[in-house]
């Protein structure tokens, strides 16, 4: 974890924005604003999934070198507020977190929650709806998001079979490929809205791919598969093809509204 008096919300990569991708990683670091300290954690959590997606920033900065395109992922410890959640969402800032209790979000008033969602969680949000604008701009169609997380290999002792889960809602564009062409590999598990289910009301892709009927998809990837360079490098380089071939599909760049499982946008 690295802390800062001089803080930035958000990371961007730039990219060929003419492409027509855009990378997105939610919890891509651990890091804290000096004035927050450590939430009153010891630092082994910060080495947790709790804190960040381990192993996903190394992905996603290759994964954008691989393709050309550009990347926007959030600056903050998911402790701090999770971006990938609606502002409404009581998980938004988590009081426990797996087993841990987190000192410096209980009890939390109502004018440090507002001030965390207008320094951190909404300057990364306009970040990511400023290149998803400027993408569409500059490629003269709908854009195709694509978004990196990762996940536990065992949560709460359930052992998770999968290597990789592709989440979505009900816009199967991304996903039915994507999941066909990581499936290929016959070494591989390839999790359908596994470990998780993609219809989450308020998270990143509802927010900037669903409601503006944007093709995307949400990659959860196991995370000892890539806690070191040469397995994120690996997993960058398998994507970066199939990632390209489904950008050539000609649906992917359509408007299409589909609604949601959640409910009603």
Not at 70 to 92: K, Q, W
Not at 130 to 139: L, N, Q
Not at 225 to 238: H, K, S, V
Request: no cysteine.
């Amino acid at each position: 974890m690295t802390r800062s008096a001089i803080f930035a919300p958000f990371v961007m990569i730039e990219g060929d924005r003419r492409r027509g991708i855009l990378l997105v990683a939610d919890h891509a670091r651990r890091d804290l604003p000096d004035e927050y300290g450590d939430l009153g954690l010891p630092p082994g959590e910060f080495d947790r999934h709790i804190a960040y997606d381990i192993g996903v920033e190394a992905v996603i900065r290759s994964l954008a070198e691989w393709l050309g395109v550009p990347a926007v992922f959030a600056g903050f410890s998911r402790l701090l507020i999770d971006p990938n959640r609606g502002e409404d969402d009581p998980t938004l800032i988590r009081q426990l977190y797996d087993g841990t209790v987190v000192p410096a979000n209980y009890p939390m008033t109502a004018d440090e929650r507002e001030r965390r969602l207008d320094m951190f969680y909404r300057p990364y949000h306009d970040a990511v709806a400023a290149m998803t604008a400027s993408v569409a701009r500059e490629s003269g169609a709908a854009p195709f998001i694509f978004s990196i997380h990762s996940f536990t290999p065992v949560m709460q002792g359930r052992v998770r079979p999968w290597h990789a889960g592709v989440l979505w809602d009900l816009d199967g564009r991304v996903a039915a490929p994507l999941i066909e062409m990581l499936a290929a590999d016959p070494l591989l598990t390839i999790g359908d809205n596994e470990p998780y289910d993609g219809a989450l009301k308020g998270d990143t892709m509802y927010k900037h791919a669903i409601v503006n009927g944007f093709a995307h998809a949400l990659l959860e990837i196991r995370q000892d598969l890539i806690a070191d360079t040469a397995g994120a490098e690996a997993w960058a380089e398998r994507l970066a093809p199939i990632v390209d071939a489904i950008n050539g599909r000609p649906d992917i760049h359509e408007v299409r509204q589909y609604g949601s499982r959640t409910g009603p946008f």
